[in-house]
T-cell receptor, first 117, second 113 residues
Framework: GAVVSQHPSWVICKSGTSVKIECRSL??????MFWYRQFPKQSLMLMAT?????????EQGVEKDKFLINHASLTLSTLTVTSAHPEDSSFYIC?????????????FGSGTRLTVV | GESVGLHLPTLSVQEGDNSIINCAYS??????FIWYKQESGKGPQFIID?????DKRQGQRVTVLLNKTVKHLSLQIAATQPGDSAVYFC????????????FGQGTRLTINP
């Protein structure tokens, strides 16, 4: 079955530094990947849609210069949180899809817990 | 960014009872809906899906009902087990413009022994 690997699973960084999160599709090619953010006790909020070889499409209210997305290959998308601040602390989740498969092929990674101190 | 709602509602049921979790979606053009289960610190796990041309779909111990007239989804879990305790989200596949999956509010389900 489709597997999406997300790395790291957790990271702690200092304010002002940048953090990169990777999302890999292990056994299929993902032309589209999605990045979500989830605050405690809240739902998943779509941040951006990442398309291989083109610029990401950001949702309203999401700062594209702060959350840099790169999707240079069909199996890898990265999210870089630049100049991180404590309010960026959250659970970040990627998803690959859709595909012509069961459940449209939205396959989720296991998430990355970011804590900015 | 897109999402619906803040602060998860909760539902507590006794082990062995049936549970019903409800969800309202927002876009009448959405063509596909999915229920996910999320355990603490993990990504969403697919449970069951339904296309917009259906009103009911059954899986193992789970049933999804879709009412397009009122834009409402429900997830029924039969004979609940302790392992069913989690947060449950509905998600709608939006096809207006770029295709994307948007999550609903979520419900925390607690199974009492």
């Amino acid at each position: 079955g489709a597997v999406v690997s997300q790395h790291p699973s957790w990271v702690i960084c200092k304010s002002g530094t940048s953090v990169k999160i990777e999302c890999r599709s292990l056994d299929f090619q993902a032309t589209t990947m999605f990045w979500y953010r989830q605050f405690p006790k809240q739902s998943l909020m779509l941040m951006a849609t990442s398309n291989e070889g083109s610029k990401a499409t950001y949702e309203q209210g999401v700062e594209k210069d702060k959350f840099l997305i790169n999707h240079a290959s069909l199996t890898l998308s990265t999210l870089t949180v630049t100049s991180a601040h404590p309010e960026d602390s959250s659970f970040y989740i990627c998803s690959a899809g859709p595909r012509r498969a069961a459940n449209y092929g939205y396959t989720f990674g296991s998430g990355t817990r970011l804590t900015v101190v | 960014g897109e999402s619906v709602g803040l602060h998860l509602p909760t539902l507590s049921v006794q082990e062995g009872d049936n549970s019903i979790i409800n969800c309202a979606y927002s876009n009448s053009a959405s063509d596909y809906f999915i229920w996910y289960k999320q355990e603490s610190g993990k990504g969403p796990q697919f449970i069951i899906d339904i296309r917009s041309n259906m009103d009911k779909r059954q899986g193992q111990r789970v049933t999804v009902l879709l009412n397009k007239t009122v834009k409402h989804l429900s997830l029924q879990i039969a004979a609940t087990q302790p392992g069913d305790s989690a947060v449950y989200f509905c998600a709608e596949n939006r096809i207006q413009g770029a295709q994307k999956l948007v999550f609903g509010q979520g419900t925390r389900l607690t199974i009492n022994p």
